[in-house]
């Protein structure tokens, strides 16, 4: 079964930078749009950024369009998330999720989703 395992997840100053890495397991992982999306509390689940199976094309949420770099080691089965200049507001839940459709667009339909990876950025 496809697996999702999140890590790099912390507390980080305001100003400061966060690397996050996707663990998927399977030899279908380079087929997948992956995406990473984060949930704060009391707030929906929001679409940050996704990749598709190449990772040559790349989209990003209006909240951390240059901030945020999402790219992928299809060798390592590995997605990642690079955020910089993290905000207060950053602070989520973030979700690694695969697409299986290895389109990786915000509209794609995610059905493999990682167990989170807590995210908190003080002011």
């Known amino acids: 079964q496809v697996q999702l395992v999140e890590s790099g997840g912390g507390l980080v100053q305001a100003g400061g930078s966060l690397r996050l890495s996707c663990v998927v397991s399977g030899r279908a992982f380079s087929y997948y749009g992956m995406g990473w999306f984060r949930q704060a509390p009391g707030k929906e689940r929001e679409f940050a950024a996704t990749?598709?199976?190449?990772?040559?094309?790349?989209y990003y949420g209006d909240a951390v369009k240059g901030r945020f770099t999402i790219s992928r080691d299809n060798a390592k089965n590995t997605v990642y998330l690079q955020m910089n200049s993290l905000k207060p507001e950053d602070t989520a839940v973030y979700y690694c999720?695969?697409?299986?459709?290895?389109?990786?667009?915000?509209?794609?339909?995610?059905?493999?989703w990682g167990q989170g990876t807590q995210v908190s950025v003080s002011s």
């Open positions: 999720a695969g697409s299986g459709d290895g389109r990786g667009s915000p509209y794609s339909t995610y059905v493999y």
């Open positions: 990749i598709n199976w190449s990772g040559f094309s790349t």
